[in-house]
């Protein structure tokens, strides 16, 4: 009823509002009513088996028989002296009791709502359309109907869609999502917990050699930067889909009663994440970045932290885009699934760059891991001279020792850097003056999965369907 009267409407309908309810809470409910009813809204409610002092607080009734037919309609009057006096004025009519409750004795006598009404030898809903009452009543519809078709002046009319303007909107829509996000430890403290055990746990593996030494050592590296950007990035995606669900059927309700548009949510739906996304990608770089060994350098500190958070806002701002252009968390996790599949094999770590068949190069193109894992890797290593021993027969050995040939006896001494290994692994493709190009595309997908979120509040109502 509050979320309702937010909007504050002209009339309010509501079914059977004390349905559920105890005696002393349905009597709360209905002085509420009758408050607002007083206010100037008219309030239209069906209730069930009232008791006499709720009976009594209504101004008009209208009863209905079984099928629809109208047995009354009209004033109650004080004490429902206009309904009492209107029944008993035919003879089939048994006189009320004193005390008893009128609610229950007009269903009893007239039959409303009963299965074998139609035995009975008199028609009340008969009476009713042949009545004085009921050709009064049509006449006010006929004045009210005249009425408003020759006065233009009497169509009810707004400034406004909204009653209060956008900015105050927006400013109350994100206070309220912030607040609900603290309160959601589910979420929040979660996915926070999830960035620093996979950062403890991967990072592990490296506490006891922080520095390649072969090839092997910096297949490891690639490899588990390639699995924890992506963990993160599942995860992400798959925790924000039952939040943003929640909130988005909220969202419709609220919209319905013209609280507020999506512009204002949606925005909303944007500030309120990026703390959130800032905290996680912090607590995993700096759980991650030290144990690994990666350069005591701020520009490449920040560089890490700038993509992971970018990685984060990507995925966690698409699963948002799903939720709301598709009906439920199932449909939008299976086309996050796919989403999350084909960016995972046309990252470029499953299958180099350079080796991907022409026809799919549009995926390698197309999915956001691979611009995070560019970003990540070329700026981590730009200029790393750490000593890297190749393996005979790899392109990397190819290309450090190129003067070996087969039958040669294998040196011992081929060596190169890690920035080297890195440019020859991905054909030469992944350069560190590509990082712009990599930040300005994740920036761009956070929009379209802006856009998406956007047009999905805007046109879509799945709580209608």
């Known amino acids: 009823i509050a979320v309702e009267l937010a909007s504050n409407p002209s009339i309010i309908f509501l079914d059977e509002p004390t349905s559920g309810l105890d005696s002393r809470a ?14 100037g809204i008219a309030v239209v409610c ?18 209905l028989k ?11 009057g004080f004490e429902s002296c206009n309904l009492i006096q209107y029944l008993e004025k035919y003879p089939s009519t048994t006189p009320i009791k004193g005390g008893e409750n009128a609610a229950t004795w007009m269903l009893t006598v007239s039959g409303a709502g009963s299965t074998n009404s139609g035995t009975k030898s008199f028609d009340y809903a008969d009476a009713y359309a042949n009545s004085p009452l009921a050709v009064e009543c049509l006449s006010k519809i006929d004045v009210m109907n005249e009425a408003f078709s020759l006065k233009e002046s009497s169509k009810i009319t707004y400034d406004k869609k909204y009653p209060t303007s956008r900015t105050f909107q927006s400013i109350e829509v994100f206070k309220r999502l912030l607040k609900i996000y603290w309160r959601s430890p589910g979420y929040n403290r979660v996915r926070l917990l999830v960035s620093g055990i996979v950062a403890l746990l991967f990072g592990s593996v490296f506490a006891s050699q922080r520095v390649p030494e072969n090839e092997g050592d910096m297949n490891s590296r690639v490899t588990s930067i390639y699995i924890t950007t992506l963990f993160l990035g599942v995860n992400a995606m798959n925790t924000v ?21 999506y512009r204002a949510i949606g925005l909303a739906f944007t500030l309120v994440e990026i703390p959130f996304l800032i905290l996680a990608s912090m607590v995993f770089v700096v759980l991650w970045y030290f144990t690994v060994g990666f350069a005591m350098n701020a520009g490449k500190f920040l560089l890490y932290w ?13 699963g948002q885009g799903f939720m709301a252009v598709f009906p439920d968390s199932q449909t939008a996790q299976g086309f996050g699934s796919l989403l999350i599949g084909m960016s995972g094999i046309f990252g470029g770590i499953l299958i180099r760059p350079q080796f991907i068949p022409p026809f799919w190069k549009w995926g ?3 999915f956001p891991l691979h611009y995070v894992l560019e970003g990540l890797f070329t700026s981590q290593f730009q200029g790393d001279n750490t000593t890297i021993v190749a393996s005979y027969g790899s392109p990397f050995f190819d290309t450090v020792c190129p003067d070996i040939e087969p039958g040669d006896p294998i040196p011992t001494n081929c060596t190169g850097t890690a920035e080297e290994w890195i440019y020859v ?3 030469g493709m992944w350069v560190p003056e590509n990082i712009p190009y990599d930040i300005l595309y994740l920036c761009g997908a956070i929009i379209v999965a802006r856009v998406m979120v956007l047009f999905g509040l805007m046109k879509k109502n799945y709580l209608a369907a």
Not at 48 to 63: G, T
Not at 242 to 260: G, T
């Open 425 to 427: 692994s991905f054909g």
């Open 306 to 318: 700038l993509f992971m958070f970018l990685s984060l806002a990507v995925f966690t701002f698409l």
């Open 66 to 76: 079984r099928g629809g037919e109208t047995v009354y309609f009209g004033d109650l």
């Open 46 to 63: 069906t209730i069930h088996q009232p008791s006499v002092a709720i009976f009594n607080s209504f101004d008009s009734l209208l009863l």
């Open 26 to 39: 349905a009597s709360v409910v209905m002085k509420s009513l009758r408050r607002i009813a007083d206010s």
């Open 364 to 366: 390698y193109w197309l």
């Open 241 to 261: 889909l039952p939040v943003f669900e929640v909130e988005r059927n909220m969202f419709y309700r609220h919209k319905a009663s013209l609280m507020y548009d």
